[in-house]
């Protein structure tokens, strides 16, 4: 079942990008959270529902918080500090919402405790994507994630289950990619995978991939 969350999350997100897009300079990428409640309040949502999912955003990194802080004297001559809040949507969040791009950039795995794995380091990795297999590129990257917080798989599984799984995104950067390595790594992909909180990204993935195992 979805989250219901979600989708004021993904109104909030898209109109953030839409403002972003229509920006003419940095500092007009982002609006306050009444501008935003506002903006949204066509689509049925409260104040409290846009300020509660718009805070979750920017803790997850999809929405960065910008706080300008301005000086004031009253009328009784005193300095008064003020501070204006703005949100933008973060390059996490174009990234969430476009296709796959050159300069995309992705945290490496972050969650794995590599330190008892017989010493292996995950170095940090910027997908490139051809573009007809953009979908495909999300729901592999999204069961990467899935792998690294799954309580059924040892450390080690998880570790060979990504090693696999990034082997297979290295051949969605060619024009052409190898259908024989896609399947051997596939069959491998799908029998470890198949557990838990995997199963439907997975099937997912499985359906993405249909025309590349022809």
Excluded: C
């Amino acid at each position: 079942m979805s989250n219901p969350n979600d989708a004021v999350r993904d109104a909030i997100l898209r109109h953030l990008q839409s403002i972003h897009t229509k920006a003419r300079s940095p500092k007009t990428a982002g609006i306050g959270i009444r501008e935003l409640a506002q903006a949204l309040k066509q689509n049925g949502y409260k104040l409290q529902e846009v300020a509660s999912n718009l805070d979750y955003l920017v803790q997850k990194g999809w929405v960065r918080e910008t706080v300008d802080k301005r000086t004031f004297t009253t009328p009784r001559g005193t300095a008064q500090v003020s501070e204006k809040r703005t949100y933008k949507v973060s390059d996490t969040g174009i990234d969430r919402l476009e296709a796959a791009s050159t300069y995309q950039r992705t945290e490496a795995h972050p969650h794995i405790n590599i330190t008892n794995i017989r010493g292996v380091t995950i170095v940090g990795d910027g997908n490139v994507v051809n573009t007809a297999f953009t979908d495909l590129a999300r729901t592999l990257a999204e069961l990467e994630q899935a792998i690294t917080r799954e309580p059924a798989l040892e450390e080690n599984e998880k570790l060979n289950l990504i090693s696999d799984v990034d082997s297979l995104q290295a051949q969605l950067q060619k024009s052409e990619p190898d259908k024989t390595i896609i399947q051997s790594l596939w069959s491998g992909i799908e029998r470890a995978a198949a557990v838990g909180g995997l199963i439907e990204l997975t099937r997912r993935a499985y359906e993405l991939i249909q025309p590349l195992l022809k």
